[in-house]
């Protein structure tokens, strides 16, 4: 079946621009995570989801960041007035019922340019 | 606060030859989880293998085992017969028992030599 699926795979955004990220995950999956992979660095986890309830948000970096699952499904992550340090490659992940036993299945990544 | 720690940056490997990949990790959890997974340049992360705690057998896979020390908080990754597709970021991650997020370490650039 399809994997996770994530859009755009590229995005340029003027410093002060707000931008918007998708993530489709496998169907089915209840969990969903957004993980930040800055350049040569491991990813770093920035909120989670299971269904539509946002369960933990605490490696959101700034109020900047918000991200939101509202039919349990598609997540999309927002960036508002994006600056340089946000550019990296945003991952999306998810798992079938996001028990601490299951494998987390990756999207292919947004990476970002904040120019 | 859990932290993973991959020290080798990059290493290589001539094809056909095995390499084993360094991760350490800190928990005062007994109950956790810990994963390798392949960041080829695509960038899709793929998982590799995976080892529960509280298992003492070693997991494998293929030409993929791990050599997991739970004293020594040490979970390392062996590559056997490498192929040149084995080429890629490998990055090391763990679970905790009751948290929901993975947390990696900063990786090892794996170069492969035909």
């Known amino acids: 079946g399809a994997g996770v699926s994530q859009s755009p795979r590229y995005k340029v955004a003027k410093r002060g621009q707000d931008v918007a990220l998708r993530c489709d995950p496998i169907s089915g999956h209840v969990s969903l995570f957004w993980y930040q992979q800055a350049l040569g660095q491991g990813p770093e986890f920035l909120t989670y989801?299971?269904?539509?309830?946002?369960?933990?948000k605490s490696g959101l970096p700034s109020d900047r960041f918000f991200a939101e699952r509202p039919e349990g499904s598609v997540s999309t992550l927002k960036i508002q007035r994006t600056q340089q340090e946000d550019s990296a490659v945003y991952l999306c992940a998810s798992s079938p019922s996001g028990g601490p036993r299951e494998t987390q299945y990756f999207g292919p990544g947004t990476r970002l340019l904040v120019l | 606060a859990q932290t993973v720690t991959q020290s080798q940056p990059e290493m290589s490997v001539q094809e056909a030859e095995t390499v084993t990949l360094s991760c350490t990790y800190d928990t005062s959890e007994s109950d956790y989880y810990l994963f390798w997974y392949k960041q080829p340049p695509s960038r899709q992360m793929i998982l590799v293998i995976r080892?529960?705690?509280?298992?003492?057998q070693n997991a494998t896979e293929n030409r993929f085992s791990v050599n997991f020390q739970k004293a020594a908080k040490s979970f390392s990754l062996k590559i056997s017969d490498s192929q040149l597709g084995d080429a890629a970021m490998y990055f090391c991650?763990?679970?905790?028992?009751?948290?929901?997020?993975?947390?990696f370490g900063k990786g090892t650039k794996l170069s492969v030599k035909p």
């Open positions: 080892q529960e705690a509280y298992k003492q």
């Open positions: 989801f299971q269904n539509e309830a946002q369960l933990d």
């Open positions: 991650a763990f679970l905790g028992g009751s948290q929901g997020n993975l947390i």
